[in-house]
C-alpha cells in the first residue's frame, strides 16, 4: 500500500492505543490459567493474530468481540505454531512449547527466523533439546527442565520473557543469572508485573530471578493499558508544531518507552547525546525528529539493527532522501538537523515504525511511502486516526 501524505499540522483529541507488549503478556497469561479470563484492549495487528495463533496451538479456546477478548485457559502439547512475523511470539513461545516433551515446529517469516534465536540455541545444548533452523522454521523436540540459567543482559529481553512465563510451571524451581547489565529492563518489569497480576511468585535479588516451580495461574480480568511506544509517534507531531492531546497514558506506567516525553523534549531544544539501548522501539521516531530539529547522536543502536528492519540503515536511506545527512556506526548514529521535500518515494522497509515516523516527517514536507501495509503488524488504524488529527492522506493499492 502507497499512502500520499500532504503537508499539515496535527490537531487535536486522541486516545492511546493499547499496549501491544501488555497485551501479549496478558494473552499468554490468560492461556496458561486453568480457567475463564477476560482481556480487554486487545487490537486485531498482526502481531496480536499471530500470539493468538500460538494460543489456540496450545489447545485454548478463544473469542474475540471487538476489543475484548475471553479466554478459557489450561494449555495441552502443541504441535504446529504460525508466529508470522512476531519476534515477541517466537520468542515467548518457544520455552512454553517445551514445558511438554514436545515435538513441534515454528513458523515465520524469513526475516523472523533470521533475527537470532543463539541464546535459546545456547540454552537447548545445556538441556539436550534438538532443533534444527531453516529460513522459515524451527523444529523442536524436547523437554524444558529446571535449571540455573545464565543469560546475557545486552540481548533482547524477550528471552528473559519466555523463561518467566514457563520455568513456573516446571516441577522443580529455576534461576535465571543476567550475567551482563539488563538493558531492556522495562519490559522485564511488565512481564514481572503481569506475572504477580495472575498469581505467579518470582523473587528477584540484584541481576537473579528466583522462580519456584509447580505453581499455578490463576484467571483474571484486566484491561490492557495505553501504549507508551506507539504513542510516542502521535506525540511526535508537538515536537514539529503541532497541537495533539493523546489521551489515556497511564502517568506512573512502568513501560520503558514512556521516557520519549523527556526524550523529545531534548531534541526539541537541543542537540542531545541519547542511549537508545533500552528504548530502541523509540529509535525511528527520535531519528525522525532529530532530523527535522537540530539533530541528535545516539548511542546503543546495535539492538536496532536486528528489529523487523535493519532500523539504522532503513532511517539513514530515507532520511538521506530527505536530504539529512546520517553517518552511522557499530553502535552509535549522528543524525544532522534539517530536511527537504523528497524528490521520489519514501519506502517502509516492511517495518511498522519506519513506516509511522516517516509519516511523521512528511506532514513537514509532503511525500509519498511505499509499504505502509506495515503498520497492521501493531497499529493497523494509524493512519485512520492521524487523519482525524487533520492529516490529509491519499491512500494507493
Given at each position: 500500500m502507497e499512502v500520499k501524505i500532504q503537508r499539515a499540522k496535527a490537531i487535536g483529541q486522541i486516545s492511546a492505543p493499547p499496549s501491544k507488549s501488555y497485551a501479549h503478556r496478558l494473552l499468554i497469561a490468560s492461556a496458561l490459567a486453568n480457567g475463564k479470563s477476560r482481556i480487554e484492549g486487545i487490537v486485531s495487528s498482526s502481531d496480536m493474530k499471530a500470539t493468538i495463533n500460538c494460543i489456540r496451538a496450545l489447545g485454548v479456546s478463544l473469542e474475540q468481540r471487538d476489543r475484548v477478548v475471553s479466554v478459557n485457559g489450561g494449555i495441552r502439547k502443541g504441535t504446529s505454531f504460525d508466529c508470522l512475523e512476531s519476534g515477541s511470539t517466537l520468542r515467548f513461545f518457544i520455552p512454553i512449547s517445551l514445558i511438554f516433551d514436545t515435538e513441534c515446529t515454528f513458523f515465520g517469516t524469513e526475516r523472523l527466523m533470521s533475527r537470532g534465536l543463539?541464546?535459546?540455541?545456547?540454552?537447548?545444548?545445556?538441556?539436550?533439546?534438538?532443533?534444527?533452523?531453516?529460513?522459515?522454521?524451527?523444529?523442536?523436540?524436547?523437554?524444558?527442565?529446571?535449571?540455573?540459567?545464565?543469560?546475557?543482559g545486552d540481548i533482547s529481553s524477550q528471552f528473559i520473557t519466555g523463561l518467566l512465563f514457563a520455568l513456573p510451571l516446571l516441577d522443580g524451581d529455576s534461576t535465571i543469572e543476567i550475567i551482563t547489565r539488563l538493558e531492556s529492563e522495562?519490559?522485564?518489569?511488565?512481564?514481572?508485573?503481569?506475572?504477580?497480576?495472575?498469581?505467579?511468585?518470582?523473587?528477584?535479588?540484584?541481576?537473579?530471578?528466583?522462580?519456584?516451580?509447580n505453581q499455578?495461574?490463576?484467571?483474571?480480568?484486566?484491561?490492557?493499558?495505553?501504549?507508551?511506544?506507539?504513542?510516542?509517534?502521535?506525540?511526535?507531531?508537538?515536537?514539529?508544531?503541532?497541537?495533539v492531546s493523546v489521551l489515556g497514558l497511564n502517568e506512573s506506567t512502568i513501560q520503558g518507552d514512556y521516557v520519549y516525553k523527556s526524550l523529545f523534549e531534548q531534541i526539541k531544544n537541543s542537540t542531545p547525546k541519547i542511549d537508545l539501548s533500552s528504548c530502541p522501539d523509540l529509535g525511528p521516531?527520535?531519528?525522525?525528529l532529530a532530523s527535522a530539529c537540530n539533530g541528535a547522536t545516539f548511542t546503543g543502536v546495535k539492538r536496532l539493527r536486528i528489529k523487523e528492519s535493519d532500523r539504522c540503515e532503513a532511517m539513514a536511506s530515507e532520511l538521506r532522501k530527505l536530504g539529512c545527512k546520517v553517518e552511522l556506526f557499530e553502535n552509535e548514529a549522528?543524525?544532522?538537523g534539517g530536511i527537504t521535500p523528497p524528490t521520489e518515494p519514501?519506502?517502509?522497509?516492511?517495518?511498522?515504525?519506519?513506516?509511522?515516523?516517516?509519516?511523521?516527517?512528511?506532514?513537514?514536507?509532503?511525500?509519498?511511502?511505499?509499504g505502509c501495509e506495515a503498520v497492521n503488524k501493531s497499529y493497523p488504524g494509524f493512519f485512520e486516526d492521524i487523519a482525524g488529527l487533520g492529516i490529509q492522506i491519499e491512500k494507493r493499492g
Amino acid at each position: 500500500m502507497e499512502v500520499k501524505i500532504q503537508r499539515a499540522k496535527a490537531i487535536g483529541q486522541i486516545s492511546a492505543p493499547p499496549s501491544k507488549s501488555y497485551a501479549h503478556r496478558l494473552l499468554i497469561a490468560s492461556a496458561l490459567a486453568n480457567g475463564k479470563s477476560r482481556i480487554e484492549g486487545i487490537v486485531s495487528s498482526s502481531d496480536m493474530k499471530a500470539t493468538i495463533n500460538c494460543i489456540r496451538a496450545l489447545g485454548v479456546s478463544l473469542e474475540q468481540r471487538d476489543r475484548v477478548v475471553s479466554v478459557n485457559g489450561g494449555i495441552r502439547k502443541g504441535t504446529s505454531f504460525d508466529c508470522l512475523e512476531s519476534g515477541s511470539t517466537l520468542r515467548f513461545f518457544i520455552p512454553i512449547s517445551l514445558i511438554f516433551d514436545t515435538e513441534c515446529t515454528f513458523f515465520g517469516t524469513e526475516r523472523l527466523m533470521s533475527r537470532g534465536l543463539d541464546v535459546y540455541f545456547d540454552l537447548f545444548k545445556e538441556q539436550g533439546i534438538e532443533y534444527k533452523l531453516e529460513k522459515t522454521s524451527l523444529y523442536l523436540k524436547g523437554k524444558l527442565r529446571p535449571a540455573h540459567f545464565k543469560i546475557r543482559g545486552d540481548i533482547s529481553s524477550q528471552f528473559i520473557t519466555g523463561l518467566l512465563f514457563a520455568l513456573p510451571l516446571l516441577d522443580g524451581d529455576s534461576t535465571i543469572e543476567i550475567i551482563t547489565r539488563l538493558e531492556s529492563e522495562p519490559y522485564v518489569d511488565i512481564t514481572l508485573e503481569v506475572l504477580s497480576r495472575f498469581g505467579i511468585e518470582i523473587q528477584r535479588k540484584n541481576n537473579s530471578f528466583y522462580i519456584k516451580g509447580n505453581q499455578s495461574y490463576l484467571p483474571q480480568s484486566t484491561v490492557v493499558e495505553g501504549d507508551a511506544s506507539n504513542s510516542a509517534f502521535l506525540d511526535a507531531f508537538n515536537v514539529i508544531g503541532g497541537e495533539v492531546s493523546v489521551l489515556g497514558l497511564n502517568e506512573s506506567t512502568i513501560q520503558g518507552d514512556y521516557v520519549y516525553k523527556s526524550l523529545f523534549e531534548q531534541i526539541k531544544n537541543s542537540t542531545p547525546k541519547i542511549d537508545l539501548s533500552s528504548c530502541p522501539d523509540l529509535g525511528p521516531v527520535c531519528f525522525a525528529l532529530a532530523s527535522a530539529c537540530n539533530g541528535a547522536t545516539f548511542t546503543g543502536v546495535k539492538r536496532l539493527r536486528i528489529k523487523e528492519s535493519d532500523r539504522c540503515e532503513a532511517m539513514a536511506s530515507e532520511l538521506r532522501k530527505l536530504g539529512c545527512k546520517v553517518e552511522l556506526f557499530e553502535n552509535e548514529a549522528i543524525v544532522s538537523g534539517g530536511i527537504t521535500p523528497p524528490t521520489e518515494p519514501l519506502y517502509g522497509h516492511n517495518d511498522h515504525r519506519i513506516v509511522m515516523a516517516l509519516t511523521v516527517l512528511c506532514t513537514i514536507t509532503g511525500g509519498t511511502i511505499q509499504g505502509c501495509e506495515a503498520v497492521n503488524k501493531s497499529y493497523p488504524g494509524f493512519f485512520e486516526d492521524i487523519a482525524g488529527l487533520g492529516i490529509q492522506i491519499e491512500k494507493r493499492g
